[in-house]
């Protein structure tokens, strides 16, 4: 019918396309509830070295909606992108971390823990970033080296000066850097030599086939090439099994992430790992 539709053609009714708007509309009306009614919480997975040892972990946020259950972030990250909720969201997230920071730093064995969170695109371009960040740092007595955002590609490619110029005042607090989901972006590499990264998480799609396919393990070397050759971190996400795991550690990648090592779980539970 595609091929029938010309000028004359104004509208089609597209249900699954109106559910999905629907459906939108609904989450972000719960969102808006969300923090004031303590909807959100966070789950922290670990990160290890090539000892296996724990040294830190990513925050991840998590909806519990009272009708709909557990909404996965894929699902309404985008959501809060769009309405602007992003904002507010993002700042409890922040806030949450360095809650935890906060902790860790009493514990002796948790102390040297870093803790990575996600930032979003409208909340890395808001003209007061980094004083929020700051302003969260003072609060929690928090060193900043134990704070890692991490950023995507995509972010990168705006409004470069404002990107960096930003990049730079992070890191001149001594807060890391790290680029999520590395290769599937669409930016050039140059921005890798004129950006403080410290590191570059390699995308787990391309972890997923590492053992089944050539061209994915080709990829993660070549990254992990990129990255050294840079003097940046490696970290690989989404290692699920031994074999990608003894894949990677034999090609020198500094960091793991995934569910052989741990799943998404409770600050608790996370400690469970060193005590
Ligand atoms: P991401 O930052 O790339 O996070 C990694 C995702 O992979 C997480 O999904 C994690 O649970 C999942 N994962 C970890 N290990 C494995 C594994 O071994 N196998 C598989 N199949 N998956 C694994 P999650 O928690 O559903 O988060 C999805 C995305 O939502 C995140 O991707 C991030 O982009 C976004 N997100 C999560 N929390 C936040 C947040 O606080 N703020 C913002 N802006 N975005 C967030
Ligand atoms: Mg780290
Ligand atoms: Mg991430
Ligand atoms: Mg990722």
């Not at 972030?73 to 360095?98: H, M, Q, S, Y």
């Not at 990129?226 to 500094?254: K, M, P, W």
């Not at 992430?257 to 409770?266: L, M, T, V, W």
Request: glycine share 6%; proline share 4%.
């Amino acid at each position: 019918q595609a091929k029938n539709a010309g000028k004359n053609t104004i509208c089609f009714f597209d249900p699954a396309l109106q559910e999905q708007i629907d459906h939108n509309l609904e989450l972000s009306r719960g969102l808006r509830l969300a923090l004031d009614y303590n909807q959100f919480f966070l789950e922290f997975q670990p990160q290890v070295n090539r000892e296996g040892a724990l040294v830190g972990a990513e925050a991840l946020i998590r909806w519990c909606h009272p009708e709909l259950g557990l909404i996965p972030p894929n699902r309404f990250i985008p959501v809060a992108e769009e309405t602007g909720l992003i904002i507010p969201i993002g700042d409890w997230v922040l806030k949450n971390a360095c809650k935890q920071l906060h902790i860790w730093k009493s514990h002796s064995k948790a102390k040297h823990l870093t803790l990575s969170i996600n930032v979003s695109s409208r909340q890395f371009s808001q003209s007061n970033f980094v004083e929020q960040i700051k302003a969260c740092l003072n609060q929690y007595e928090i060193d900043p080296k134990c704070l890692e955002l991490e950023l995507t590609e995509s972010m990168l490619v705006k409004d470069q000066n404002d990107v960096i110029t930003k990049m730079l005042e992070l890191s001149k607090l001594g807060i890391q850097i790290s680029l999520d989901d590395f290769g599937t972006g669409y930016s050039s590499l140059t921005y890798l030599k004129r950006m403080p990264i410290k590191q570059l998480k390699i995308d787990q799609s391309f972890v997923k086939d590492i053992n089944m396919d050539l061209d994915s393990a080709n990829l993660c070397d070549a990254i992990i090439s990129l990255g050294h050759s840079l003097s940046l971190e490696v970290i690989a996400e989404g290692v699920e099994t031994l074999d990608q795991f003894e894949y990677l550690a034999q090609r020198n990648c500094d960091l793991f992430q995934g569910y052989y090592f741990g799943k998404p779980s409770s600050a608790d539970q996370l400690l469970k790992l060193i005590f």
